[in-house]
C-alpha cells in the first residue's frame, strides 16, 4: 500500500524567505503527483500536478520537482508571504483511481 | 474554472438519522470522489464514481453509500449516521482522459453526528 509522508509536519518562518517543503511515497509506480493548498475549514485548491514523465513543474512563485526512482518530491516557495500561510498537502495518484495524500505541512508565514 | 459544490458547508443530525451529502461539478467530468478528512488520519477514499451509475469502494466504505444518477451529482448518503462518522466530507472531481488529470475539489462539509 501505498504510504505518502511529509516532513515537517509544521513549519513557521518570517516573511521573505524561501522555503522547500518535502514529500516522500514508498512506491515510485504513480501516475503523477500533485500538491494542494489547504486554509482552515476549507477545501483543498490545486497548486501543481506534475505528471510521471515530468520533472518539475512552476507556477509562480511556486516550483515542484518530482523524483520518481527515489520516491521524492519537494515544493518550493519563493519569497512567503503571510497570505501562504496554510496546510500543504501531496498526493499521489497510483494504479487506483483515488489519491494517497500525505498528513500536510501546516506553514506559518509571519509578517 | 471547474467548479465542485458541495450543497451544505456545515450540518448538525442525530444518531441514527439517515443523512444526504450532495455534491456538484459544472466541467462535465466523468470521475467524481467522496472523501473524509479526519485529524491524524489525513484524507481517505470513501467511494468514487467513474461513470453514471457506476461506483467503486474506496478505503473505508463502511457505513456509507452513494448514488450518481446523472454526470454531474454524486450523493454520499450515511445510511444510519454514528458518532463516529463526525467529520470533514470533501467531494471531488476529475476528467477521465489517457493522461491522469488533476482532481478539483469543493470547499468541503462538516458533519457533526450528536
Redesign the interface.
Known sequence: KQEVTQIPAALSVPEGENLVLNCSFTDSAI??L?W?RQDP??????LL?I?SSQREQTSGRLNASLDKSSGRSTLYIAASQPGDSATY?C?V?GSG???N????TSLLVTP | DVK?T?SSRYLVKRTGEKVFLECVQDMDHE?M?WYRQDP????R?IY?S?DVKMK?K??IPEGYSVSREKKERFSLILESASTNQTSMY?C?SSLATG??Q???????T?LSIL
Not at chain 2, 488533476?102 to 468541503?108: I, K, L, N, T
Open positions: 501516475y503523477n500533485q494542494f475549514g476549507k477545501g483543498l485548491t490545486s500536478l505528471q498537502l498526493a495518484s483511481y483515488a489519491l495524500f500525505g498528513k500536510g | 465542485v458541495q470521475n470522489f491524524g488520519l489525513g484524507l477514499l468514487f467513474y467503486e474506496g478505503d470533501l471531488a493522461e491522469r488533476p482532481q478539483h475539489f469543493g470547499d468541503g462538516r
